[in-house]
């Protein structure tokens, strides 16, 4: 195999690594903020939780970047047409993700319960709102997305937004994804807080752990049915970044199974994840925290490797022809420009891992309620 393709397939996994790493930390965060209404019955209680996350949510944060730096240096074609067709959708996240820091800011500025009653339903709303387009986008991309390229290389949407993120098997992901962030976010609650915020927390993770594993599990069933994509042709894995020519692609049903029906050790993928989410709650419901904690990490690892071995070597297909559509093959950046960031990574991906570990590891313990009014600089 020629180092080019190589290359290719060392960023597909390097992207689906930036992915787990975005839905367990930053999903964790958002976690906290979906729940602060519902752990927190009242303004020492919720700036308990607030001061939980406080320290790491920015830092945390480094992980969307990430996912999006990796698409504009290593998957430039991904990068300008799924940010073209979804640029509402991206919108609607980026706004939703500026009114967290502002909340996070401008909570406690003021003493006053209606002032801080709207800053916390600020919290739920940029909780909620980017785990569940997070999900649905990636259902979005499983059903296939209306657009085209012109013989200039012009791509042209064929779709409304509406059309593709309010449907069903969308919302099911996007629900699912919030899921699993409830439940990252409890299990941080729990590792950190005591009662009753501890006892809230530990209802709340179960459930969503469990939520998680059954919307896993129908959406799984769903694919089954799902029209999925399949190349019809050997590609050249080389192959210039290109999507006008070079594969055969047909819509199937059932298409995005076509993978593990020919290499069946990939089932060990969606079993490692729905394992993940019921062990996992099993964990919290025994009071066995950290564990859980780390078992939320593999669930979202066994998810996001179900879809990216599903898909593989698509990228985001195109419905509409579906021979245009984008794969790891053919929407690449040249490859000194792959080996060039692969090098950038290799020194800066374990750089960041050290220090948020050594971040959490500093600031560990519980955070006392006591403690968070005495102190005018909490949040």
């Known amino acids: 195999m020629e180092l080019y393709a190589i290359l290719k397939i060392v960023w597909a996994v390097m992207l689906g690594v930036l992915f787990i790493g975005l839905g367990t930390m930053v999903g964790m965060d958002m976690g906290v903020g979906t729940l602060l209404r519902f752990v927190g019955r009242n303004d020492a209680e919720r700036r308990t939780a607030l001061n939980i996350i406080g320290p790491h949510w920015d830092g945390n944060q480094v992980w969307f970047i990430l996912g999006g730096g990796a698409i504009f240096a290593a998957f430039p074609t991904l990068y300008g047409t799924s940010f073209s067709v979804f640029y509402v959708v991206m919108i609607t996240l980026l706004f939703s993700m500026i009114l967290r820091p502002v909340a996070f800011e401008y909570r406690s500025k003021a003493d006053s319960k209606i002032w801080r009653a709207s800053w916390d339903w600020v919290f739920l709303v940029s909780g909620f709102v980017p785990m569940f387009i997070y999900g649905a986008a990636f259902g979005n991309i499983l059903e296939g997305v209306g657009y085209h390229f012109g013989w200039t290389g012009q791509y042209y949407q064929d779709e409304s937004f509406l059309s593709y993120l309010l449907n069903p098997f969308a919302i099911l992901c996007g629900l699912m994804s919030v899921s699993l962030s409830i439940y990252q976010g409890g299990a941080m609650l729990m590792l950190r807080a005591d009662n009753p915020i501890w006892a809230r927390a530990r209802y709340y993770a179960i459930a969503g752990g469990i939520f998680a594993a059954i919307l896993f599990v129908a959406g799984g069933i769903w694919m089954q049915f799902l029209t999925g994509f399949v190349m019809t042709a050997p590609v050249n894995p080389a192959m210039p970044a290109n999507p006008l020519h070079g594969q055969s692609v047909a819509m199937v049903a ?22 993940c989410m019921l062990a996992g709650s099993a964990m919290l419901a025994a009071g066995r925290t950290a564990v859980a904690w780390w078992l939320g990490l593999g669930a979202w690892a066994g998810t996001i490797m179900t879809v990216g071995c599903a898909m593989f070597p698509f990228l985001m297909p195109s419905s509409t022809v579906p021979d245009q559509s984008l794969t790891v093959w053919n929407s690449t950046a040249s490859a000194y420009g792959l080996g060039c960031m692969l090098a950038v990574a290799a020194i800066f991906v374990p750089i960041i891992l050290a220090y948020t570990s050594w971040c959490y590891y500093v600031m560990r313990g519980k955070v006392h309620t006591v403690d968070v009014v005495n102190d005018s600089h909490s949040y």
């Open 254 to 275: 059932g298409g995005w199974m076509h993978n593990f029906r020919n290499h069946p050790a990939l089932w060990v993928l969606p079993l490692m994840g729905v394992s």
